[in-house]
């Protein structure tokens, strides 16, 4: 198992590896912007030297690439925004706990709604309420994202405010004060973010739990006259609820894409909403930060669900 | 009164091909300290007798159309599951063929069988603790106060077996189901369990339903025995009797195809050909006809019931006793056994 | 699901139960094929989700012939103008007709979607099959290799190659298949390991089968089910991607229409001229839903586990 483990954390090392070299190389074709800079005829060509040497842009590219992993590495330093002459670790850091609330309220949702709804499909399958929540976990895996928090914005802000003429929930940004402004802003992105969330908990749910619902120990502890739910919630629960580790690992990897286009939709001040925001820019630095965080968490949350699969996985387990 | 008296039991499943008719009218009685044998091929409807008994059969797909089952007097298809629930565990127990999937995984088997224990009676963690180390003990598993915490993957197959045993004695129940109890086990590890069994059914005077393929372990265990086929009873009475001298074909076919220990060599096994009916389309006439060595031409119009062909030996065929007589002695002759 | 279709992780209980299935055919002398189509028919949404399914593709195909004007035509008289009977989904802001524009779009989607589901597929699957039946460095470099693709994050990494590339359909076509095979690809290689030890390709091997010939006879016929449903859930996952990409303004680029970037123009307008967002917003949704039912109506049906 520790050779495993071992094993697995040198081989995501490497991915992360051959991410970096992609990730960087990536965004300098994306933009370059001294491309930019040379084509407005404003601007001197010293002021454009002055400015490569300022930000190491003069150098070859793997001596840039270099220079990027030990500052990183060594001094947890992602350089310059070229945009907003800043710490590009100072505007992280001011990204950082929006996306967190954010992606933390979506998986608290998901995981206690998802989990029940799943619970409750099994034991009453094919029941009216299993085939409902079959049904939308379905439709909610077939709406893009974005295309969920426009509905969301569109008749739970916009629309409701026009019915009833009062502000409940706001389309942007993410309030400035208070736990009710707060909640205002934060639950439409959160919903819409948390709600194919949802659908995956439960249908892995109901059919984790119908896996044991077959086994053998759950007819031994009917036998030994526990009622229904003692069998259900104790015996078949417990069991059930252990695949359930790997799943939230590869939800959260879900959650933080959905996140990317959730946040640029409510302009939720995010760190989605920043990569994007860099994209679009050019803001060569901040884009590699905000990407390689998220390839480290990736690459992270993989590592843990494999672990947690060969953990679990019957077949290892038992020998 | 007897302990338990199961009264033209039916017991069918509704599927998509038609009614599965699994256990077709079964009677039979179990005294107290008595030990039931049932006997069959599977698919015989046994296992799905003993579900029955506990109410564990799902329903749907399973319905009970017609039948008693008399438990102390009660009719248990009338109880609701509230009431079953009370009986499960308490009065009966049942324990299941496969020891290695029987036991929750998660939980340790002290706890498990002090579950068993606090479901049914009023006691304290450490009162059901110490019973569930007693019947640990009396299962013979060795270290049972350092064993009780363990779970089940650190028990061997026969110690499995061993707690789901302690588990289903641990409210002293006054029949015990036992569904092919050896079957999963090894040759050695089978006779140590049949062997507890007998020691603690002395013990308990429990009384004892043995469902099992194997005539081998009925004959070593059972008072009286109950062979089926295709969901019916095709023969009952005192395990020497039907043992030695079975008056159904089917329950001597059965015997003539277990290997002998003592004859090896000697004998030539006959095997059964064919294979059991098909649950939904019955074929006409008797069950076993298709595949029966001593078939008349009757055998396919007339469907026999169980009748008495000798004192407290019921079996279900049209032939007389003297023409089975004779048909086994032909057959043994045909094989070169040598007439006892 | 936003990220990457079916990670083979995720799926509680994959176990192989044949012998309800060997029971059942025997009770009535039914064929395989026959019992999963039986059970597939049963499945009514999935059937309905075929039909429609047909219906979209056949539309989207024969768009430049039966689309009433030109995707870039402009029409200065009717600007902006709700559905009527000249424009059966409205006008947008340049006048040109929505219906036009949400065939042409389909082209784009339900093409990257079809290419995706059946390239990732055949990639992943002749990958699958290779590892398994050749095992040992084959094997582990293709492991390795799945392992890799799966652990990167997918979505980011196509919103900044789609600042570099822009994508047009094929290329996103060909950039998602290189993301996608891996989940089919492990799903096939464990039926293939499984396979492999089986009598019959034993048996094949021991009278002088030659290696391809095994494969492509005795191995491809009976991993064909869970190729199907892969591909479905690959095509569907494609579309969603694809479409937000397009919504991101880094996907299809204007003025080659696609649901994706036909929402992102509309998204201003959403309160006023509803059905610029409405119809595309509507396809996409129907689209994949009926991809995802015909796919679980498809797995169930060859499921020996489900119980009807």
């Given at each position: 198992m520790i050779a495993y483990v071992i094993r697995r954390l040198i081989f995501s090392l490497f991915v992360l590896f051959v991410l970096s070299i992609a990730i960087f190389l990536l965004v300098q074709l994306a933009a370059d912007p001294l491309t930019e800079l040379r084509q407005?005829?404003?601007?001197r060509g010293a002021d454009i030297d002055r400015l490569a040497a300022l930000y190491g842009l003069d150098q070859p590219m793997y001596v840039q690439y270099l220079i990027w992993m030990r500052d990183m590495l060594f001094y947890g330093d992602f350089g310059l925004s070229f945009r907003q002459n800043i710490d590009v670790t100072t505007i992280i850091g001011r990204r950082v706990w929006p996306t967190v609330q954010l992606i933390g309220s979506a998986m608290i949702l998901s995981i206690a709604i998802g989990i029940p709804l799943g619970v409750y499909s099994a034991i009453k399958k094919y029941s009216a309420l299993d085939k409902t929540v079959t049904f939308l976990a379905f439709v909610f895996f077939s709406i893009p994202v974005f295309l969920l928090g426009l509905v969301f914005q569109l008749i739970f802000a916009i629309k409701l405010a026009e019915w009833?003429?009062?502000?409940?929930?706001?389309?942007s940004g993410m309030g400035s004060g208070g736990l009710v402004d707060w909640l205002q802003h934060i639950t439409l992105p959160a919903l819409t973010l948390a709600l194919i969330s949802i659908a995956v908990y439960s249908r892995f749910q109901r059919s984790s739990m119908l896996d044991v619902l077959a086994a053998d120990y759950l007819r031994t502890a009917r036998a030994k006259g526990l009622n229904q739910r003692s069998v259900y919630l104790k015996h078949a629960l417990r069991n059930a609820l252990i695949p359930i580790v790997t799943l939230v690992a590869l939800d959260l990897i879900s959650l933080i894409a959905g996140a990317v286009v959730t946040e640029t939709v409510f302009a939720w001040p995010g760190l989605g909403f920043q990569l994007l925001n860099s994209v679009y820019n050019g803001d060569y630095n901040v884009s590699r930060a905000i990407l390689m965080i998220i390839a480290v968490i990736t690459v992270f949350l993989n590592l843990v669900a494999d672990i947690a699969y060969s953990l679990v996985d019957p077949r290892v387990s038992y020998s | 009164m007897a302990l338990l008296e199961v009264k033209n039991l039916k017991t069918h499943f509704k599927t998509p091909d038609g009614i599965v008719k699994a256990v077709d009218g079964v009677s039979f009685t179990v005294d107290e300290g008595e030990t039931l044998g049932i006997v069959g091929e599977?698919?015989?409807g046994k296992s799905v007798t003993a579900m029955s008994l506990m109410q564990l059969n799902p329903v749907p797909p399973c319905f009970y159309p017609e039948g008693e089952i008399l438990f102390e007097g009660r009719n248990l298809l009338e109880a609701s599951e509230r009431e079953m629930q009370k009986i499960r565990g308490d009065d009966m127990a049942m324990i299941f063929q496969d020891p290695m999937t029987s036991l929750n995984p998660v939980f340790t088997v002290g706890d498990q069988i002090m579950e068993a224990v606090r479901v049914h009676q009023k006691v304290s963690k450490k009162e059901a603790r110490d019973k569930a180390i007693e019947v640990l003990r009396d299962v013979g598993i060795a270290n049972p106060e350092k064993r009780v915490d363990e779970y089940p993957h650190q028990y061997s197959g026969g110690m499995r077996q061993r707690a789901m045993i302690a588990m289903a004695l641990s409210c002293n129940p006054k029949i015990l189901l036992a569904d092919e109890p050896t079957t999963a086990l090894d040759v050695t590890i089978q006779a140590q369990i049949l062997e507890l069994m007998v020691g603690l059914q002395e013990k308990y005077g429990t009384a004892i339903i043995m469902i099992t393929h194997d005539l081998g372990v009925v004959a070593q265990l059972a008072d009286k025995i109950m062979v089926m086929y295709g969901g019916r009873a095709v023969e009952t009475g005192p395990t020497d009797d039907v043992f030695?001298?079975?008056?159904m074909p089917y329950s001597w076919s059965l015997i003539r195809s277990i290997p002998r220990l003592d004859k090896a060599g000697e004998v030539r096994l006959l095997p059964i050909k064919g294979s059991p009916p098909s649950l939904i389309f019955l074929p006409k006439g008797c069950n076993f006809a298709p595949r029966c060595?001593?078939?008349?031409?009757?055998c396919h119009e007339i469907d026999p019931g169980l009748e008495e062909k000798r004192p407290g030996h019921r079996a279900a065929c049209i032939l007389s006793v003297e023409e089975i007589e004779e048909n086994k002695h032909r057959i043994d002759a045909e094989l070169g056994v040598e007439q006892a | 699901m936003v990220d990457r279709p079916g990670d083979s992780r995720g799926e509680a209980g994959t176990a192989v139960a044949e012998a309800p299935e060997a029971f059942e055919a025997q009770v009535k002398g039914r064929t395989q094929r026959e019992i999963i189509w039986r059970r597939f028919k049963k499945h009514k949404l999935a059937m309905v989700s075929g039909f429609v399914l047909v219906i979209l593709y056949v539309s989207a195909l024969a768009a430049p012939v039966i689309s009433p004007y030109g995707f870039a035509e402009q029409n200065f008289t009717a600007i902006n103008s709700p559905p009527s009977a000249e424009h059966w989904m409205g006008t947008d802001r340049l006048g040109r007709d929505a219906f036009t524009r949400v065939l042409h779009g389909g082209q784009v989607s339900l093409l990257v979607g079809l290419g995706v589901g059946v390239g990732s597929t055949i990639v992943g699957t002749a990958i699958a099959i290779s590892a398994g039946y050749y095992g040992r460095y084959v094997d582990t470099g293709a492991m390795g290799l799945t392992d890799f693709v799966l652990a990167l994050p997918a979505l980011p990494l196509l919103i900044v190659a789609g600042s570099v590339f822009r994508f047009s359909p094929p290329i996103i076509t060909l950039v998602l298949i290189l993301l996608f095979w891996p989940p089919i690809c492990r799903l096939v290689r464990g039926q293939v390991l499984s396979l492999r030890e089986s009598e019959f390709v034993q048996a094949a091997q021991a009278v002088g089968v030659p290696n391809w010939k095994i494969m492509v006879r005795h191995l491809l016929p009976n991993v064909i089910g869970v190729m199907v449903v892969q591909a479905t859930l690959a095509a569907g996952t494609a579309i969603l991607l694809e479409s937000i990409l397009s919504f991101l303004g880094l996907g299809i680029q204007p003025p080659t229409p696609s649901w994706g970037n036909m929402l992102e123009n509309a998204r201003t307008a959403m309160?006023?001229?509803?059905w610029l967002a409405f119809f595309p917003a509507l396809m996409i949704v129907i689209t994949v839903l009926c991809i995802n039912f015909l796919g679980d109506g498809l797995r169930d049906a060859m499921d020996p586990k489900s119980v009807e």
């Open positions: 407005n005829p404003q601007i009833t003429g009062v502000r409940v929930f706001y389309v | 599977s698919g015989s030695y001298d079975p008056l060595p001593f078939v008349k031409d009757e | 309160t006023n001229q509803w």
